[in-house]
């Protein structure tokens, strides 16, 4: 029987999923197209039917972080308010990592998973190429923010701007290797202020921009 495109698609999530799972526990290098084919329940040729090689289909894993992330992006940018934009930034880049188990552990495998080598040269340039964008993004809507008179910059806007993302990054580090340690949902609302306060917003500037914490709560 032909397959239809529905089951074409459901084949490679099925690939997608079983490699998520893997490359998350095992680690990159430790996990073969053998185990994924078997976790996914399919022989080898369905992977190779829709990707050449693992280091193809790890890029498409690494799509599941990166893509909400260059979106994300996007939407702080076209926010009229430059405040509102940075907090939708912040608020959003929690949100994912506690409602997207496929984002969450695309993210914990290029952070915590993968030994990064020559061969994953396009991955690595692509990664760096969206660290600069978010940083770019949060400077600007920092200066931005700053000439509207909605915070106060003792720094330049890229200083602070990569104090910024170095802090969510820390603070996703530190989740992902040791979740029990708090729960991200719960202490989103004090990070979010935090993070706020450290860019040198007004309180009253954030409080207007700030988004109900009622989407963190179970």
């Known amino acids: 029987m032909r397959k239809t495109r529905e089951d074409t698609e459901k084949t490679r999530l099925g690939v997608i999923a079983a490699a998520l799972k893997l490359f998350s526990s095992n680690g990159y290098s430790r996990t073969t197209l053998n185990m994924i084919a078997t976790e996914a329940g399919f022989s080898r040729g369905p992977i190779y039917w829709h990707f050449r090689n693992k280091d193809e289909l790890f890029e498409a894993v690494l799509q599941y972080s990166q893509e909400p992330l260059q979106q994300l992006v996007e939407q702080a940018l076209a926010s009229a308010d430059p405040v509102a934009g940075i907090t939708l930034f912040i608020d959003e880049w929690f949100r994912l990592l506690v409602e997207d188990r496929w984002y969450r552990q695309s993210f914990e495998i290029l952070l915590n998973k993968t030994e990064l080598t020559d061969s994953m040269a396009a991955t690595i340039r692509r990664e760096r190429q969206l660290t600069r964008s978010m ?21 330049t806007a890229e200083d602070v701007a990569l ?56």
């Not at 600007?140 to 910059?153: F, I, S």
């Not at 040791?178 to 954030?206: C, D, E, W, Y």
Request: proline letters at 5%; a positive charge; glycine letters at 6%.
């Open 135 to 155: 940083v770019e993004m949060l400077s600007r809507r920092l200066a931005e923010a700053a000439d509207a008179g909605q915070l106060t910059l003792t720094d």
């Open 163 to 218: 104090l910024l993302y170095s802090t969510l990054m820390g603070i996703t580090q530190s989740w992902l290797f040791s979740p029990r340690l708090f729960s991200l949902a719960q202490q989103t609302p004090f990070f979010r202020r935090r993070l706020l306060a450290l860019a040198g917003v007004t309180p009253g500037a954030r409080t207007a921009a700030q988004a109900p914490d009622k989407a963190h709560r179970s």
